[in-house]
Nanobody, 116 residues
Framework: QLHLVESGGGTVQPGGSLRLSCEPG????????IGWFRQAPGKEREGVSC????????YYLDSVKGRFMISRDNAKNTVYLQMNSLKPEDTGVYYC?????????WGQGTQVTVSS
């Protein structure tokens, strides 16, 4: 059964950094775009970043441009989200997502808390 697994969340102070990882189960990432989304308490889920299969097309939410960097290592079958200069408003549950043959798959999410 296809699934995604996120890891790397935690609690950091403002200005700190975290690196999230997204790994697939049951398939390989090579042919699929991968997106990172987040959901803060009481807010709708929003798209944070997305990377194409060959990493030649990348999207960032305006509020994270210059601070977050998405990357992928297809040999390790892993997509990363490096988050620097974190702010309290970056707090939320972060999810990775992909679409395989028209079916959407989400991970279980990893909590990121930015607090002093």
């Amino acid at each position: 059964q296809l699934h995604l697994v996120e890891s790397g969340g935690g609690t950091v102070q403002p200005g700190g950094s975290l690196r999230l990882s997204c790994e697939p189960g049951g398939f390989t990432f090579d042919w699929y775009a991968i997106g990172w989304f987040r959901q803060a308490p009481g807010k709708e889920r929003e798209g944070v970043s997305c990377i194409s299969p060959s990493a030649d097309s990348i999207y960032y939410l305006d509020s994270v441009k210059g601070r977050f960097m998405i990357s992928r290592d297809n040999a390790k079958n892993t997509v990363y989200l490096q988050m620097n200069s974190l702010k309290p408003e970056d707090t939320g549950v972060y999810y990775c997502r992909t679409t395989v043959w028209g079916d959407e798959y989400w991970g279980q999410g990893t909590q990121v808390t930015v607090s002093s």
